[in-house]
């Protein structure tokens, strides 16, 4: 089985979820275009996931994907949090910013039950989580409704672990892929494969319809997906740099010059490893730094440092977030781009 089938779309293809550069726009063009559209809703306001689940039900009849984290919220660290803002100090005075006004803060929920509360009059046709499941009792209202339920795995194991716990298809994210790593059941950063080598393990490992995710942006690697037993791909750098995104001048200019080809797994932003485009920050402080306060708490810190460099047209403080290949990124729009990724004959 195909995820055309699973989700009744003609395309076997996802656009990722980009938090922080998309939103019902982009799901919108990729639905079109036949593919499933994704809204990334980790960093909406209640107010904002409802404007944005209205426009989608406006904007199509055909099914969306809408995607959570599904982290532990930590518990916030007084001491961690000043050693923080003090290995920041330095930044802080090059940029003329007053610590002292920077709020503290996590910038980022987990799925609940109050958002549950929220989307179950949509009744959206798929959820995916990153960071693995809600609990169970959330997990078998989501299903109650009718959707179809992914979630990334990084390794077999949590590919296992999915299957157990009743996911209807697995995301298997390889090394290559932009933004945060899905990975839930440890840490350890070399256990993380790439996506040709993890996809096959896992098709074999589980029963259900596997998509692959990392690396793949153009036609030619959807090509080699589904000969490897992809059931359908999740595609989402390719997407940066169409209208339909809301990725910033500063990292679409990233995108565009030869710094994309130098990526990095990196905590420094969020407190969790997330693939981006290296700049000074990342290069000055080593891409993962042990001091970095846990997911998702080192947001907060970095926001004024992002913004002011931001406004003097740097990328310094910057999470570009991008896969490693980048060589499909074009200012096309997405419903053009999508068609153009599945034209397989």
């Not at 199509?60 to 961690?80: G, V, W």
Request: aromatic fraction near 6%; charged fraction near 15%.
């Amino acid at each position: 089985m195909t995820i055309a089938d699973l989700f009744s779309i003609a395309l076997p293809l996802i656009q990722a979820p980009m938090a922080g550069v998309q939103g019902s726009a982009l799901a919108l063009a990729v639905c079109r275009a036949g593919g499933l559209g994704s809204l990334p809703c980790a960093m909406l306001s209640p107010a904002q996931l409802e404007q944005e689940l209205h426009a989608l039900r406006a904007g199509t009849d055909r099914p969306f994907n809408l995607n959570f984290f599904c982290h532990r919220p930590p518990n916030p660290d007084p001491a961690q949090e000043a050693a923080w803002r003090e290995a920041l100090a330095p930044y802080y005075a090059e940029f003329a910013i007053d610590p002292a006004g920077i709020p503290s803060g996590p910038g980022r929920a987990p799925f609940s039950a109050d958002i549950a509360d929220l989307i179950e009059a949509f009744r959206p046709p798929v959820l995916s989580f990153h960071f693995g499941l809600p609990d169970a009792d959330l997990l078998a209202r989501v299903k109650s409704w009718g959707a179809k339920v992914l979630s990334s795995a990084t390794t077999v194991e949590e590919a296992l672990w999915l299957e157990a716990r009743g996911v209807d298809a697995i995301i298997a994210q390889g090394l290559e892929a932009g933004g945060h790593r899905g990975m839930f059941l440890g840490d350890d950063l070399s256990t993380q494969t790439g996506t040709f080598a993890l996809l096959p393990r896992i098709v074999q490992a589980t029963r259900l319809p596997v998509i692959a995710a990392g690396g793949i942006a153009d036609r030619q690697g959807v090509k080699a997906a589904l000969a490897l037993g992809a059931a359908g791909v999740q595609v989402g750098s390719a997407y940066l740099l169409c209208p339909e995104a809301t990725t910033s001048p500063v990292h679409r200019a990233a995108l565009k010059s030869p710094a994309a080809g130098h990526t990095a797994l990196t905590n420094l932003f969020t407190g969790r490893p997330a693939r981006g485009i290296v700049n000074r920050f990342m290069r000055e402080r080593g891409p993962i730094n042990p001091f970095t306060p846990a997911f998702p708490l080192a947001t907060s810190a970095i926001a004024p440092l992002r913004s002011a460099a931001e406004k003097a047209g740097r990328t310094d403080f910057t999470h570009l977030w991008c896969g490693q290949n980048t060589l499909g990124c074009k200012e096309l729009g997405a419903e053009e781009l999508t068609r153009e990724l599945m034209a397989l004959d």
